[in-house]
């Protein structure tokens, strides 16, 4: 088979991401009955190892259409009892990374949890169709996959479905845990859970990333953030009627998500999940109860909110790895008493960087609301404009005019 590498048009992929393949995923992995991660492993018709080596196959299916650049890898391991796993128990996550071609090392990281439960986590037997949580945010990474792979990306964008979640995030704990001792540099990550039924909106969980200087704020602007903001945009440029709701937070009470054990390891890492969730349909047995139904079913499923959900990611992962990476090392330099604002950073060297954007807004505004293209030099002077009265940040754009997240500058005081 040949594979042609096609140019890469954002809206053309978004086009070809079809509700039909959300929904044939969300229907198959519910058809292996339980997909609780303490289920049988070598029934090829029920337990979490159908639903492991089914994802195997449509993720190698999708490979063959990357012209090599796609590799699919079963990350398997053996996680020691603890809690919610009473006896060692194996673990898989299942990979698929599609190759940089120009920036390699730098990686964006989307996932969905393939494992479910019912109404209580440790029943290996009880059904857990597990539709919306998360079979929704495993078709979603799915079908950008599909469309993503035969197109040609600067940077590297890992693809996954990871087990263990609902035991205690223990698949993408390990793999993020793996991640920072190899000292990658995974400058996103986001997870889809539960992103099954909704309309137009989905919401976008991200922490603060801590308080860079309580003297000068920045507050809101730690890397999370700016990942949101990031995804807020461009969800907005090719999504303009499907609203991505910035919830800053870092999850919902009493809940986490397999975001958190990257935010541990210090990288940036948000959560997409539904407005709107039914408790009656997660982590419950299927059963009728006074008239209700209970049970994570797919006839609850919305299979073209979860194309959208998968829009949304396809959108910001593809901007992601065609722009250069976001700058280095942005300082705000605050040697001197000056009305101007003074900004410097370590100068990009990707191949397809061609100059730099200042952005700025009030510090009480939620968003960037400002932007100004200078040149190619990894300084800016912004005269009559007061560090004091604005928050300031800085990204990089293409020569395609795809734009990198921003970095915010922390104070750097230099001894004169
Ligand atoms: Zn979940």
Request: with cysteine; net charge negative.
């Amino acid at each position: 088979m040949i594979a042609l590498v096609l140019a890469v048009s954002i809206p053309q992929m978004l086009h070809q991401i079809d509700a039909r393949h959300t929904e044939k995923t969300v229907r198959t992995l519910v058809s292996f009955g339980t997909r609780n991660t303490l289920s049988t492993q070598d029934d090829p018709k029920r337990g979490i190892g159908a639903a492991r080596d089914w994802l195997y196959q449509q993720f190698q299916d999708i490979a063959k259409t990357s012209d090599g650049r796609m590799t699919v890898e079963l990350q398997t391991f053996e996680q020691q009892p603890g809690n919610r796993i009473p006896t060692a128990t194996k673990l898989t996550n299942v990979v698929a990374t599609l190759r940089g071609t120009d920036s390699p090392d730098r990686i964006y990281v989307v996932s969905g949890h393939y494992d479910s439960m019912c109404t209580s986590p440790t029943d290996a037997q009880c059904d857990a169709p597990g539709a919306d949580d998360d079979a929704s945010g495993v078709a979603a990474v799915l079908e950008s996959a599909r469309v993503m792979a035969p197109h040609k990306f600067d940077a590297t964008i890992v693809f996954m479905a990871v087990a263990g979640e609902e035991q205690g995030l223990y698949g993408s704990t390990y793999f993020a845990k793996q991640a920072k001792e190899k000292n990658w540099n995974i400058d996103a990550m986001f997870t889809n859970d539960i992103v099954g039924n909704g309309t137009n909106t989905v919401r976008l969980f991200a922490e603060s990333g801590g308080v860079i200087s309580p003297a000068a704020g920045g507050e809101n602007d730690g890397q999370s953030r700016q990942l949101a903001r990031y995804i807020v945009e461009t969800a907005h440029r090719y999504l303009p009627n499907f609203k991505v709701w910035m919830i800053w937070r870092r999850d919902r009470y009493l809940r986490s998500g397999d975001h958190v054990p990257f935010l541990d390891q210090g990288y940036p890492a948000v959560r997409f999940t539904e407005p709107n969730e039914n408790y009656h349909h997660q982590h419950q047995n299927v059963r009728v109860e006074d008239g209700v139904q209970y049970g994570d079913l797919p006839e609850f499923d919305k299979f073209a909110y979860i194309a959208n959900v998968a829009r949304v990611n396809t959108a910001a992962l593809a901007s992601m790895a065609l722009a250069p990476a976001r700058p280095k090392d942005v300082h705000i330099l605050t040697t001197r008493l000056t009305n101007d604002t003074d900004l410097e950073w370590t100068p990009n060297s990707e191949s397809n960087f061609d100059h730099y954007e200042i952005v700025w807004r009030d510090t009480t505004a939620a968003v960037w609301t400002h932007s100004k293209a200078i040149g190619r030099d990894a300084k800016y002077a912004a005269k009559d404009m007061s560090k004091d009265n604005y928050f300031f940040g800085v990204r990089a754009v293409s020569r395609d005019g795809v734009k990198s997240p921003v970095s915010y500058p922390p104070p750097l005081r230099r001894t004169p």
